[in-house]
């Protein structure tokens, strides 16, 4: 996962994510047309993110004994099926890093303690979060480690 709960205030119930949209964990999220999660995105200056993504509890197979995933003997079918994601609001402090499948935030820009940041409403990283104000403001920065930014601990006020 690409968030780590520090502190946790609210978090919602799980929705479906919209069709072909691929949300990371610790992105910023609305709420569609359809009430499927889809990542953070406004054209204007009127739309506020609803919250920061948890993790899809989507159900990968497990290893076997013998360490191996795929073969005989494995039945896939209540895997991977319909995965929730839920979003965490009203607050909360987080770590958020790269889990392989991305970080939620911008690893180029420069964060300073006690800073603002904000998320990207529009372009390639649409969601992500960053210490540029292209976005609405949604926290401070607690703690950055790396250079590139390799983890990013946020204070969340949405």
């Not at 290893?63 to 079918?77: E, F, K, L, R």
Request: hydrophobic share 40%; net charge negative.
């Amino acid at each position: 996962m690409a968030i780590r709960v520090r502190r946790e205030v609210n978090r919602s119930e799980g929705r479906l994510p919209a069709s072909g949209v691929n949300i990371l964990a610790g992105q910023a999220v609305m709420i569609d047309g359809d009430g499927k999660f889809t990542n953070f995105a406004d054209a204007g200056s009127t739309l506020t993110p609803y919250g920061l993504a948890d993790v899809s509890n989507v159900t990968l197979p497990l290893a076997g004994s013998d360490g191996v995933t795929v073969g005989q003997g494995y039945d896939y079918t209540n895997f991977a099926r319909g995965g929730l994601v839920g979003a965490f609001l009203n607050g909360g402090e987080f770590s958020l890093f790269d889990d392989g499948r991305g970080k939620p935030f911008i690893d180029t820009d420069t964060y300073l303690v006690n800073g603002k940041v904000y998320v990207v409403k529009s372009g390639a990283d649409t969601g992500k979060i960053t210490s540029v104000a292209v976005g609405p403001e949604i926290g401070t920065v607690v703690e950055v480690t790396g250079s590139p930014v390799d983890t990013l601990v946020i204070k969340v006020t949405l």
